[in-house]
């Protein structure tokens, strides 16, 4: 996972509410075995009508995705998150995660940033507005910033997760920071137990 301090781009408008995890990558993509290529299939159903945000040109080459309330609900899939990222996404707003789409963003390197109601309608109104509008996200500060349409707000991002995203850190990079302590432990253990070979 590489770190993330600040996310500058423009933005994607999905003024759609309670987009399950189906909706972002339905269910025949998940037979791929490989973690990459799923941006192809990201809202493939809705992509089918030429007149889909994602379709329109104005909106080529956001990092940032802005969606109504209650985001990824549904099954945990991460390939929900893969797909959002392999598509070029970095982070994606709302008013409402769902928890499990929430913590498999968190543990991939997208930024779910969670602002209030009145927040996140703002900014999808703005972005409507103008698809050159640029967006700020600041995970240091744990903030988003829209200046240019006078939008500013702090959202929510526990300690350590936002540590993770500064440090670059997945699961296995969180448990290779104790590596030394690991070799020192399995040096240690009586030859008789199961051990792992070098």
Request: negative net charge; glycine residues 8%.
């Amino acid at each position: 996972m590489e770190p993330v301090t600040t996310i500058t781009g423009t933005a994607v408008p999905l003024d759609r509410s309670d987009v399950d995890t189906d909706q972002i990558i339905p269910s025949d993509w998940l037979k791929r075995v490989e973690r990459t290529g799923f941006g192809k299939g990201l809202f493939s159903e809705w992509r089918d009508d030429p007149e889909f945000v994602l379709n329109l040109p104005q909106f080529g080459g956001a990092s940032v995705l802005v969606a109504g309330t209650n985001f990824g609900t549904g099954s945990s899939r991460e390939h929900a998150v893969w797909a959002i990222m392999d598509f070029g996404f970095k982070a994606v707003v709302s008013s409402r995660f769902a928890d499990i789409f929430r913590n498999n963003s968190t543990k991939n390197g997208l930024v779910p940033v969670q602002v209030p109601d009145e927040v996140a309608d703002a900014l999808l109104r703005a972005v409507e507005a103008d698809p050159s509008l640029e967006i700020t996200i600041d995970v240091s500060e744990r903030t988003v910033s829209a200046p240019a349409a006078g939008i500013h707000s702090a959202f929510e991002l526990d300690d350590a997760t936002r540590e993770r995203f500064l440090l670059g850190l997945d699961d296995i990079g969180l448990t290779l920071e104790h590596a030394d302590a690991i070799d020192t432990f399995e040096a240690n253990r009586p030859a008789w137990m199961p051990s792992i070979p070098r």
